[in-house]
C-alpha cells in the first residue's frame, strides 16, 4: 500500500527468555505464518535499535530458539523477556490487491455514512474477540468499534479514511456520561 508510513515499527513478536545456557533465546512470533518472521529482517526494539539478527533458527512447541549472530549471555536474554519484536512497516511484503494490514488503518479519517467526519483511527486492537478500531472523536472520550463489514462497510486508502455505519451508538456506550445513571 503506497501511503503507509514506511518508517513506522511494527510488533511481529516476542523474546520469551533465554534457551539453556549457550546464549540462545525463545522468540514467539505474532505473524501469520510464524517463520515467515525471520525473513523480515533484523528484529528491532521501540526504539528502531537492533535486538537480533538470527544466525540460526529451530521451531518449538509454541515459540522458535534462536540464536544470535550478536551472542548474549543467558542473563541479558532473561533480562529481555517480555520484550516486543518490531520491523520497520517497509520491510513487511506488500499486501495483494484486496487486502491490507489492519495496521495501516491507524491515522486514517474516521466519517459517518452521510461523509461527515467523527475523528481519526487511533489503534486497532483485538483482546482475543476479534479487531476493534478504537476512534478518537473530534470532542469526548475515544471508543471501540468492531472492525466487521457491517460496522465499518468503507476503508478508502486513496482518501486516506473509513466509513464507520452508526458512531453515535458505539460513542455512547463509551461515554459513561450517558449511561443513564445519575452519580
Known amino acids: ?9 511494527i510488533v511481529v513478536g516476542v523474546l520469551s ?6 546464549g540462545d533465546v525463545r522468540v514467539k512470533s505474532f505473524t501469520d505464518v510464524p517463520e515467515d518472521l525471520f525473513g523480515l529482517g533484523p528484529l528491532l526494539s521501540e526504539t528502531g535499535d537492533v535486538l537480533l ?3 540460526k533458527v529451530k521451531p518449538a512447541s509454541d515459540h522458535f530458539i534462536v ?4 551472542p548474549r549471555q543467558k542473563e541479558d536474554w532473561d533480562g529481555l523477556k517480555n520484550t516486543r519484536l518490531h520491523v520497520r512497516r517497509s520491510a513487511l511484503p506488500p499486501p495483494e490487491d ?5 495496521e495501516d488503518l491507524t491515522g486514517l479519517d474516521v466519517r459517518d455514512l452521510q461523509g461527515e467526519p467523527v475523528g481519526t ?4 486492537q483485538n483482546f482475543g474477540a476479534g479487531d476493534l478500531i478504537e476512534v478518537a472523536p473530534d470532542k469526548g472520550p475515544a471508543f471501540f468499534v468492531p ?3 457491517k460496522e465499518v462497510p468503507e476503508v478508502h486508502f486513496d482518501s486516506r479514511h473509513i466509513t464507520l455505519r452508526d458512531p453515535e451508538t458505539w460513542a455512547d456506550q463509551s461515554d459513561p ?3 443513564g445513571s445519575d452519580e
Do not use: I
Open 1 to 9: 500500500m503506497a501511503n503507509a508510513p514506511s518508517d513506522r515499527l
Open 17 to 22: 527468555g533465554a534457551h539453556g545456557v549457550r
Open 53 to 55: 539478527e538470527p544466525a
Open 67 to 70: 540464536t544470535a549472530k550478536t
Open 98 to 102: 484486496d487486502e491490507f494490514y489492519v
Open 121 to 124: 483511527v487511533k489503534s486497532v
Open 147 to 149: 472492525f466487521t463489514l
Open 177 to 179: 456520561r450517558k449511561s
